[in-house]
């Protein structure tokens, strides 16, 4: 090939691209929006992760082992022994908190040191860094912050901040100010305050306590000292490989990660389908173009790498623009990301986006890979055509018309493979996406011959209607099959797309507000603030325990206790409860043993959440093994609760039992019952006097609660509606794109409508007609697409990313939506085709060509 | 088919540019930081609200063998020279401080404290062992607050320690002397050298100045308390390289404290401890000034066989330097060779490090070293040894 002929080509291909710039725009537009969504998903996911990396590094320090409680604090006397006569040099007690800092909406990491101690683990806490001794550890309230949030606060050394910790206001000198070594430790350190540790341990109530001893092994003698140093450690106390401790936490959003980046990939699902239907359109629309090259002597290689280098073009551009826009997303979509793992899993606070390369390589990839595999069908099938063909206008529609049977079977069969993935028995996650993308394909592949039929139906209706033209342009939609039913199963995946994720989270919200109904049996709950909205990790002072017990009007308390344990399946969530009959029977049991309520009471027997069986492969009868504060104990798993609480899981004590076991006595939440006759909320008004002086604490009526808990999960599927939200966006680009496109395509057809008479007026009539027929029929189709996709990911994905059973629940008002989204986009693509062609003058357009 | 290929690098190397830019920007810039030492973190010269050395005082014992919080600083000193079996000589130097950070009178901010771990008090050690036979000085360091049973001085039971290096009575409750400063001195640094001795004073605590009221300068309180027991019988086993010496000699301890030591003009001292081969011991310092004359108030004090103090005129003492070494680590300069005469007594030997390197690079630079002495009293050749210590000497 000489440059020059292939220079002509392109120019051929560049002209038709600059003439339809609509089609073009619009379909880097549909590539922009997949790319975006992808890369702004994983840019939020891997900020949040390498935001915990770094708090993680930065508090964490050097640190190779870790001692620490079964269950809470461990006793600062420990410390002596390892430190002294272990001879540990590299040893620091460390005591972790949270606070909350007025004027700054956010929570701290309270980090109770001895500066002393801390210069082989951390930098800015060791006495290296230039604390100020006599001020930090006189055992006053004073703490260091950093720079950039004592210029947020407009603080100086020596100023005063109002903290919160535990629910209790303190007052906190400010006696310097932490110096990060790089900005990457700085954003981690922003949101840490440093107290001494003896200021950490009047705050948090754990005077001779500590969280945990950081410790720095050598690597050469580790087996024996870990050897030494666990002989010498007490009941109720172990030591861990930091890392295993971290790994812990950051597998906690691991399923929520991947949920969101598997959301993130069915937007570039729908962008790719955009990408085939628009690569698809600007084939069919140049079959003359392409035919009269062909007999002009291009070869079929030419014609191939021609239609893949504009897919290359419009990729890049698209790819572009998506990374461009994926990164505005993201400062958006980050927020929320962390606002959900912070009510869910920990505190994290993300400062700035991470710009890593993979995220970038990515969204390089998809953008680029789903568009050049978008159009190689399109690009293949131009190639491929018979020179003669190629130059017949109808040659394609009577092709798909006579292949309607084959490509339906072809569909169905698809559809088919897709259900039998479901089936390979522990198939995981990604096996669940497989067979979602196959039932789309499936499904789309059976669109054209639906199409048929429904136009069948829908011709007598609108004849009635609208008489001929609507005759007409029910009977067009099926004349262009080739080109209609690419553009119909585009708009039907991307509506359907937002049914299925629509249905599944409203099948949630359904459900837990089903369960928290029953789970929520008390009158007033009574909570200390704490740092992860669903997981009370404070304790309440056990003053006011005794005051609300005895306040008028009270006749019956239950207390709660929640604490991180070591069991046989790493670090859990125990919850102790000690409750009456009654509220033990809100619990909705998914299977239990025989006379498990009396057994619960008494032996060694835990209930299990429903996630927390199925993560860990446990099933009734099992035996869980718990470090306990008597060192390891074997607890028989008597019941399977469902808890939607939490994705990882709970594992459930009677109190009584947990007594016998631990050594604590703390009380993390109460359950009031108000007496016959005493009103709910002048309860609630009543304590909320009592405790005002002695814990701040939040006092919700059953009612209040409840709200609560919704509000709290509403924000957590924030992120879901946004990608839900985005998905109608690009749905909504991509009916636009295709029929305007398609109606533009028509222009000579419709020049010669009007050259036969047709006013301005049926013209509008014709064209918006066709759309909104076309409309119609993906709003129908999105339906049965949309319900089997909420199905795949309410029964499948959910549960193997989370193990939650679900009611599958749909409502109306999300399928209204869907078809409203398809029609008005169909309708408002109408618009500009139908003002430009009525505006043209039909001789003008007749002689184009 | 060049086309195709162009178009392909043309593309790919447009995002990647697009993609490199953003992460250039969004890049992380190092920055350096601020390190401060332990010396300045433990400062703040102001000596408001502390107690004063501020002239003789009746000394209770035991009491006064521990800590007096109120003053600053205060150390409990060891050095000694120590011989094995076969003669192989070793220096050593073992010394606990105390360092007070707030004066007694501040009060913790109206906050009632239930916390073992608050104070104001910080214990730092030192550590060191010069290997003569191999010229190798070999040092450790160790802080800690005085509190939570990591570190503390107390007198009943007496014990001085800062963790696992401890200096602890021989006889618990035995407050009579000789065996109220017979202490177990134990030590191990982190590279696994240790000592582990048994001192026992041969000689009755000596009241250093003015019956133990020591001025260091002229301004009011410029001073310290100082108690020396000038000769204890020293034996145990010195650990180091793996090898164990059972060791014995004569050591050197200085109970010292005050709030403020030298005079703004002041810029160091070199302090001689030396003990006698006819039974004499001598203590002598001078405090230079910073523009290289000696200051008025240095000290000297010697003690004869019994223990008796014998007055001397300090300013008729005459100290030359014969020698210097400079430091390869700090580039500081000491002396390393005196010729020192007190005709008053008729004494004239001259002073030699043993080794020369024996400078201590911790949070606070300084030299401490073994020495040996060589020269004549009243006509008789005289040896001994004992201890240098050199301050002040930081290359301006």
């Known amino acids: 090939m000489n440059k020059q002929h292939s220079d002509l080509l392109w120019q051929s291909s560049f002209r038709f691209l600059m003439s339809h710039p609509w089609h073009f725009v619009l379909s880097i537009l549909g590539v922009a929006l997949g790319v975006a969504v992808v890369v702004s998903i994983d840019l939020s996911n891997s900020s949040a992760q390498k935001a915990f990396e770094l708090s993680t590094e930065a508090v964490t320090g050097n640190v190779t082992h870790q001692i620490i409680g079964t269950g809470g604090g461990i006793s600062e006397g420990i410390y002596r022994e390892i430190r002294i006569k272990e001879k540990v040099r590299n040893s620091a007690p460390v005591i972790e908190g949270y606070a909350q800092v007025e004027g700054m909406n956010r929570t701290f990491q309270l980090l109770g040191v001895d500066p002393i101690a801390e210069a082989p683990f951390r930098e800015f806490t060791s006495q290296k860094a230039g604390i100020n001794l006599a001020e930090f550890m006189s055992g006053a309230n004073t703490g260091l912050i950093s720079k950039e949030v004592g210029q947020a606060l407009a603080v100086q050394t020596g100023d005063w901040v109002a903290i919160t910790v535990n629910g209790k206001k303190h007052q906190l000198k400010i006696v310097g100010f932490i110096e990060a070594r790089d900005k990457r430790s700085r954003q981690a350190l922003e949101s840490v305050m440093v107290v001494d540790i003896s200021t950490a341990q009047r705050l948090l109530d754990m005077e001779g306590e500590l969280s945990r001893i950081d410790l720095i092994l050598p690597s050469d003698s580790l087996s024996e000292k870990t050897k030494t140093i666990t002989a010498a450690l007490p009941e109720g106390t172990v030591l861990l490989r930091s890392k295993i401790r971290t790994q812990t936490v950051e597998q906690m959003t691991r399923a929520f990660e991947f949920n969101l980046q598997a959301l993130s990939m069915l937007a570039l699902l729908v962008g790719m389908f955009l990408i085939y239907n628009t690569m698809t359109f600007s084939v069919v629309q140049r079959r003359p173009v392409i035919g009269r090259l062909r007999a002009l002597g291009v070869q079929r290689s030419e014609i191939l790498v021609l239609i893949l280098k504009e897919a290359l073009l419009i990729g890049a551009l698209g790819t572009t623009a998506g990374i461009i826009g994926g990164f505005f997303l993201a400062q958006v979509l980050v927020k929320l990301v962390t606002q959900s793992i912070n009510d869910l899993y920990f505190v994290l606070n993300v400062q700035a986006l991470a710009i890593g390369f993979l995220p970038l390589f990515k969204g390089v990839a998809l953008g680029m890979g789903a568009t050049l595999l978008a159009a190689w069908w399109p690009a293949r099938e131009a190639s491929q055509q018979e020179i003669s063909t190629v130059l017949k206008r109808s040659s394609s529609e009577a092709g798909i018309t006579s292949r309607l049977g084959k490509i339906s079977i072809s569909g169905i069969l698809i559809a088919l493979v897709g259900g039998l993935i479901l089936l390979i028995p522990n198939g995981g996650i990604l096996a669940g996406y497989a067979s979602l993308l196959f039932l789309i394909v499936g499904f789309s592949l059976v669109v054209p011959v639906i199409i048929v039929g429904m136009a069948k139906l829908l011709r007598p209706v609108l004849g009635a209607i609208n008489g001929l033209i609507g005759k007409m342009a029910v009977r067009g939609v099926v004349t262009e099959l080739s080109r209609t039913s690419v553009a119909i199963a585009a708009l039907t995946v991307a509506v359907a797309a937002t049914v299925g994720v629509g249905v599944m989270v409203d099948s949630f919200r359904t459900t837990v507000v089903t369960w928290l109904e029953s789970q929520l049996q008390a009158d007033v709950y009574v909570q200390p603030p704490s740092a992860v909205s669903r997981n009370a990790d404070a304790t309440l002072d056990s003053s006011l325990i005794k005051i609300f017990e005895n306040t008028a009007g009270v006749a019956e308390m239950g207390t709660v206790r929640r604490i991180e344990v070591r069991t046989n399946n790493g670090m859990d969530n125990l919850v102790a409860v000690s409750q009456n009959k009654n509220a033990l029977q809100g619990y909705q049991l998914k299977a239990s043993t025989m006379g498990f309520w009396q057994h619960f009471g008494e032996e060694a027997v835990v209930m299990v959440s429903e996630v927390y069986a199925y993560h860990n492969e446990m099933m009734l009868g099992d035996t869980l093994f718990i470090q306990t504060d008597k060192g390891k104990q074997p607890f028989s798993i008597g019941a399977i609760n469902f808890d939607y609480a939490s994705d990882i899981g709970t594992v459930t004590m009677n109190r009584k039992v947990y007594n016998h076991f631990f050594e604590d006595r703390g009380v993390s939440g109460l359950a009031l019952y108000a007496g016959n006759g005493v009103a709910v909320d002048t309860l609630v008004h009543l304590l909320r006097e009592q405790s005002n002086d002695i814990q701040q604490v939040f006092i919700r009526s059953n009612k209040g609660l409840r709200e609560a808990s919704i509000e709290i999960f509403d924000r957590t599927f924030t992120v879901t509606t946004v990608l839900r939200m985005l998905a109608i966006l690009v749905a909504f680009m991509g009916v636009l794109s295709a029929l305007m496109a398609l109606q533009f395509e028509r222009a000579k057809e419709l020049a010669v409508l009007r050259a036969n008479g047709m006013t301005p007026a049926q013209l509008w009539n014709y064209v918006i007609t066709q759309t909104g027929v076309m409309g119609i029929m993906a709003a129908v189709l999105s339906v049965p697409l949309g319900i089997l996709m909420a199905y795949v990911l309410v029964y499948v994905i959910n549960l193997r990313s989370f193990g939650w059973t679900l009611q599958f629940m749909i409502s109306g008002e999300i399928l209204l939506q869907a078809m409203v989204l398809a029609v008005v986009a169909a309708i408002l693509a109408g618009i500009y085709p139908s003002w430009k062609m009525a505006q043209a003058n039909p001789a003008e357009a007749l002689r184009n060509e | ?396």
């Open chain 2, 1 to 396: 088919m060049m086309k195709k290929q162009i178009w392909l690098a043309v593309s790919a190397a447009f995002i990647l540019a697009i993609c490199f830019t953003l992460w250039q920007t969004l890049r992380e810039k190092y920055e350096g930081e601020a390190t401060i030492s332990i010396a300045d973190a433990m400062g703040g010269n102001s000596t408001e609200g502390y107690l004063r050395a501020s002239g003789p005082r009746k000394f209770q014992f035991p009491e006064d063998h521990g800590p007096h919080p109120g003053f600053r600083t205060e150390w409990w000193y060891y050095t000694g020279n120590l011989f094995a079996d076969d003669g192989r000589q070793f220096g050593y130097q073992f010394t606990i401080f105390r360092n007070q950070l707030t004066p007694s009178t501040m009060k913790n901010q109206g906050v009632g404290t239930t916390s073992s771990w608050s104070s104001n008090q910080i214990y730092l050690a030192h550590f060191a062992i010069s290997d003569v036979e191999n010229m190798r000085h070999i040092f450790d360091e160790r802080y800690s607050r005085g509190a939570a049973g990591l570190a503390c001085a107390q007198v009943q039971p007496y014990k001085i320690w800062l963790e696992d290096w401890t200096i602890e009575n021989l006889e618990e409750n035995n407050t009579e002397f000789p065996n109220a400063l017979s202490v177990h001195i134990k030590a191990e640094m982190e590279g696994g050298a240790s000592i582990n001795l048994k001192t026992r004073p041969l000689k009755p605590a000596v009241f250093q100045g003015d019956h133990g009221y020591d001025e260091k300068g002229s301004d009011e309180g410029n001073a310290s308390y100082y108690i020396s027991f000038t000769r204890l019988a020293t034996e145990g086993s010195i650990t180091i390289d793996n090898q164990n010496f059972t060791v014995r000699g004569q050591s050197w301890m200085d109970h010292e404290w005050s709030t403020s030591a030298l005079g703004d003009n002041q810029k160091g001292w070199d302090w001689f401890s030396i003990q006698l081969s006819n039974g004499y011991d001598l203590m002598y310092y001078q405090l230079r000034n910073q523009d290289g004359s000696l200051s008025a108030f240095s000290t000297i004090t010697l003690v004869d066989k019994e223990g008796k103090k014998i007055p001397i005129d300090v300013n008729k003492v005459d100290l030359k330097v014969l020698e210097r070494w400079e430091s390869p680590h700090s580039g500081e300069s000491y002396p390393s060779e005196w010729l020192f005469s007190i005709p008053e007594v008729d004494i004239e030997f001259k002073v030699a490090t043993l080794i020369p390197d024996q400078e201590m690079n911790v949070s606070v630079r300084y030299y401490e070293g073994a020495v040996t002495v060589q020269g004549k009293m009243a006509e008789n050749e005289i040896s001994g040894q004992g201890f240098i210590e050199m301050t002040g000497y930081e290359v301006e």
